[in-house]
């Protein structure tokens, strides 16, 4: 449906030069959303997709040991889509100090990543709701150190920003002016607290991710934050046990979709193709999780029937297994220091692991040795390839 422009034109000078920023009417659009049987049944398949998944933290023996590198998983392909070129393996060697010779701005700005979901996520448990505050403080994590560090970490934007191009003059898409950024979130926070009226939580956060994207709030980290929001808003609502849905991958893939709908929306108001994306990367993301999980419950099942077969050895061997789940990518070391076992033990036990097939060392030394674990670093990749 299609509704015409979202918004309006400003007039700004930057660098010598005039254009004309955009300035996001309010949520929610008017008129309301023209829910046809086919969007409804994509938004209907999307919530049952979200259940099945939410199931997923009841299948797990221990949520936590999946959610680690599950998340940094995401924080990967979220940085992916901003240009940065670090792996899930650079990642979880460089939060074991273990990193020689990656990219460290880019590892560092994926691990921030990480790092501002989490605190996100504590923020929410403790009461803070998705609001301007909340983005503040994420945003602050996220740009705490490495590039983005210098510019402005945790507060709106004091100057005119722009996407794509080299100048706002030739660039794709001019967001609000800085004088009116304050304003539209403002706005977008009332939105967020069911005013003017009340909206069901996954059209919320499908509405609220492209309007956030569009006033573009702060100088760096917009598109990260963006796609946080969504899982945020998802484990604030309870839709949500656990921060299990990730639309990155999606949104990587059908970047070129993405951007265009994006756009359409504000010049043409076509919300509603854009919700269609949207409910189609849930449906799709939230069955690949489950897959997921669910493959790496089996091969957990499958190497302890491996482990048990070694006698007097299983016992301790089987601690080891269960560190290397937490952290697929460990030192001897961290092992030992994660499950009380003495140095020789733990060895012995990842001499038996490697045997098996289960766990690859990854270096050639004879002191801190690092294993990674094989079939499960190789399911949490897939997708994340680094081009």
Known sequence: MKRGIQGHYVKVSKGGENVQAFIPAPLPPEPSIRWTPGLRSKFDQALVALGRLDTVSTLLPDTSIFLYTYVRKEAVLSSMIEGTQSSLSDLLLFELDQAPGVPLDDVREVSNYAAALNHGLKRIEDGLPVSLRLFKEVHAVLLAKGRGSSQAPGEFRSSQNWIGGT??????????????????????????????????????????????????????????????????????????????????????THRQTYYELLNNVRLTGDWEAWLDFFAEAVILTASQAVDTARQLLDVSRDDRERIGTLGRAAGSTLRVQQALLERPIATSGWIVRETGISPATVNKSLMHLERLGIVRELTARKRNRLFSYVRYIDIMNRGIEVP
């Open 167 to 252: 100048r706002p003059g030739n660039s794709a898409y001019v967001p609000p002016p800085a004088s009116h950024v304050l304003e539209c979130m403002g706005k977008l926070e009332l939105f967020l607290h069911d005013e003017p009226e009340s909206t069901p939580i996954l059209l919320k956060a499908a509405l609220a991710h492209v309007q956030f994207e569009t006033i573009h709030p702060f100088l760096d980290g917009n598109g990260r934050l963006g796609r946080l929001l969504i899982t945020l808003l998802l484990c604030e609502q309870k839709v949500l046990r656990e921060p299990l849905l990730y639309l990155s991958l999606y949104f990587k």
